[in-house]
Structures are given as C-alpha cells and as structure tokens.
C-alpha cells in the first residue's frame, strides 16, 4: 500500500472524535478533531504541516539568539495550540517569556519529539 493510503486509512479510522481531552497525549484528538471539523484528511495535512514547521524549528532554536529564539518559541505555541499539542505550547511559552534558559529549549526540543512520534504513529 502507498504511504498516502497507509495515512487515508489510519485517518479513516475512527477514535478522534470520541477520545476525551487529555494532557497526557502529546496531541488532544477531540481539540484537533474539532478544529479540523471531523475532516480526517484535514487532520493529516495539518498535522503534516505542523510537524515540519516544528522539525525546522527544533533544529534552529539552539543556535538563534533570544530574541530570534523567542519570536521562534511564539510562532510555535500558536501553532502547538492550534492542533491541540498543549504540553509543547506552554513550553514554548516558557520560552519566549525566557529565552536565555537553555533548560527549556532542551525540553522544547524533547516535547517537539514527542509530538512528531505521535503524529508519525497516526500515519503508519
């Protein structure tokens, strides 16, 4: 089957829109299911949006400066909460209001790993 089949058919299976909001998966599937209104195929191409813009953003956040660092974190938290990756955001969060703290961007980094394995394993 073709990659684009195996991600037809692991959107076309049902869950997203019955799973119960939880900070316990790096992405919420009832907020996701509604901002994308059910559209399992709008859910793949966000999500695959996503997890570029936040692959590009994990390689270049340790070696911007803060300020570049911090308009980084924010375009990112908008985009994590947009899709329901609430754990990413609020770290995001913590570093635009603090983006000297490298601590953070270490778990940014981690929590942007987390977020693009789960998106991986709904596309396999």
Known sequence: MAS???QAVAFAMPGGETSSPSRSRPIDLNHLATQTFGDRQL???VLGLFAHQAALTAERITQADPAARSSMAHALKGSARAIGA????????????????????GRLVEDIGAVRDF????TR
């Open 119 to 122: 998106i991986a394993s709904m």
């Open 86 to 105: 609430f754990a990413l955001a609020d770290t995001a969060n913590a570093i635009e209001c603090n983006p000297v703290d490298m601590k953070l961007v």
């Open 43 to 45: 859910e793949a191409e």
């Open 4 to 6: 684009t089949d195996l």
